[in-house]
């Protein structure tokens, strides 16, 4: 069984088949082209660099394509980057699929949709539960299957579904040391905060940004959504507004995308629960790459800190 990405370190040589999640076209300032080529496998992925690159390359090495790559991993600015010295698309008889290749959520889909399903059917509110259910239905298979992001955190297949029953299994633990907490209007602000992106991203694999996502971006249609919903169900009440607010809130402040900082206990609950559970996948995914006694790469998102891995970690 060939090594995956996450087992490959500083002075490694790498000779094994990927999967193209993105290829970015750049000029050199020796003007000759080159391109950024994002690579993937089950365990992880890692920027490589493809110089001099002919027309014939560009198509060869676009998005969502399979290869077969040699090359050395070297220290760039702090994080692994793969000098590729040899690569090329593979075939048949290679019996490599883009499915051995990509990164999906450790759970799977019937998995997270009961658990998402339970924390529905214990809602109280009819109002919270009926607005909740019927977005969730409406875009259930997107939800199921999309990344949490393009970059960053939970960015895999079904990533989105993941971060989301994460972050209900957290409010969970939450609500029961603080029962004071609305669980119903939690419970649907998690559900509802980041539905938004199976509009604002382009699909499950290679995602980018769609020209909704980057015009209106998946906070403002969610809020739509949310409106839209209440409209179709008859419901106006002030259920439609706080679960509105957490959406619009969630990411905390305005230089953080924020429209409205959190301003209802459950929306600031929400913020940190939300950004808890992003940080921790960011740290684990990097720390799976680090040996115990080392530092990790630096991790952008992380204010580009390096994380320590301590010997006595497993």
Same mark, same amino acid.
């Given at each position: 069984?060939?090594?995956?990405?996450?087992? !490959?370190?500083?002075?490694?040589?790498?000779?094994?088949? /990927?999967?193209?999640?993105?290829?970015?076209?750049?000029?050199?300032?020796?003007?000759?082209?080159?391109?950024?080529?994002?690579?993937?496998?089950?365990?992880?992925?890692?920027?490589?660099?493809?110089?001099?690159?002919?027309?014939?390359?560009?198509?060869?090495?676009?998005?969502?394509?399979?290869?077969?790559?040699?090359?050395?991993?070297?220290?760039?600015?702090?994080?692994?980057?793969?000098?590729?010295?040899?690569?090329?698309?593979?075939?048949?008889?290679?019996?490599?699929?883009?499915?051995?290749?990509?990164?999906?959520?450790?759970?799977?889909?019937?998995? /997270? /949709?009961?658990?998402?399903?339970?924390?529905?059917?214990?809602?109280?509110?009819?109002?919270?539960?009926?607005?909740?259910?019927?977005?969730?239905?409406?875009?259930?298979?997107?939800?199921?299957?999309?990344?949490?992001?393009?970059?960053?955190?939970?960015?895999?297949?079904?990533?989105?579904?993941?971060?989301?029953?994460?972050?209900?299994?957290?409010?969970?633990?939450?609500?029961?040391?603080?029962?004071?907490?609305?669980?119903?209007?939690?419970?649907?602000?998690?559900?509802?905060?980041?539905?938004?992106?199976?509009?604002?991203?382009?699909?499950?694999?290679?995602?980018?940004?769609?020209?909704?996502?980057?015009?209106?971006?998946?906070?403002?249609?969610?809020?739509?959504?949310?409106?839209?919903?209440?409209?179709?169900?008859?419901?106006?009440?002030?259920?439609?507004?706080?679960?509105?607010?957490?959406?619009?809130?969630?990411?905390?402040?305005?230089?953080?995308?924020?429209?409205?900082?959190?301003?209802?206990?459950?929306?600031?609950?929400?913020?940190?629960?939300?950004?808890?559970?992003?940080?921790?996948? /960011?740290?684990?995914?990097?720390?799976?790459?680090?040996?115990?006694?080392?530092?990790?790469?630096?991790? !952008?998102?992380?204010?580009?800190?390096?994380?320590?891995?301590?010997?006595?970690?497993?």
């Amino acid at each position: 069984m060939q090594k995956g990405i996450i087992h !490959f370190g500083v002075g490694d040589s790498m000779d094994t088949y /990927m999967y193209i999640k993105s290829s970015t076209k750049a000029v050199a300032s020796n003007g000759k082209p080159f391109l950024t080529l994002i690579l993937s496998d089950k365990t992880g992925e890692i920027e490589a660099k493809l110089w001099d690159v002919s027309e014939d390359d560009e198509r060869n090495f676009s998005g969502e394509k399979t290869v077969k790559v040699l090359g050395d991993v070297q220290n760039f600015r702090g994080r692994s980057q793969l000098k590729i010295r040899n690569i090329r698309l593979t075939t048949e008889q290679d019996g490599v699929t883009p499915a051995d290749l990509i990164q999906t959520a450790p759970l799977s889909q019937d998995e /997270m /949709m009961g658990k998402i399903t339970q924390y529905i059917f214990e809602m109280k509110n009819p109002n919270i539960q009926r607005i909740t259910r019927h977005l969730l239905k409406k875009y259930q298979s997107d939800f199921l299957t999309f990344p949490a992001a393009t970059k960053n955190h939970h960015e895999f297949y079904s990533g989105l579904a993941y971060h989301v029953v994460s972050m209900l299994d957290l409010a969970k633990g939450i609500t029961a040391l603080y029962p004071t907490l609305d669980k119903d209007l939690l419970y649907a602000g998690i559900i509802l905060h980041d539905l938004g992106k199976v509009k604002e991203l382009s699909g499950p694999v290679s995602t980018v940004y769609t020209t909704e996502g980057n015009l209106l971006g998946h906070i403002t249609i969610m809020v739509n959504e949310i409106g839209k919903a209440a409209d179709e169900l008859n419901i106006h009440t002030e259920e439609i507004m706080i679960l509105q607010h957490l959406v619009l809130s969630h990411h905390g402040k305005a230089e953080w995308g924020s429209a409205k900082p959190p301003l209802v206990r459950e929306a600031e609950v929400l913020h940190y629960i939300d950004n808890l559970d992003a940080k921790i996948n /960011m740290m684990n995914r990097a720390l799976e790459k680090a040996k115990p006694g080392e530092f990790t790469e630096k991790v !952008f998102a992380l204010e580009n800190r390096s994380f320590y891995k301590p010997t006595f970690s497993e």
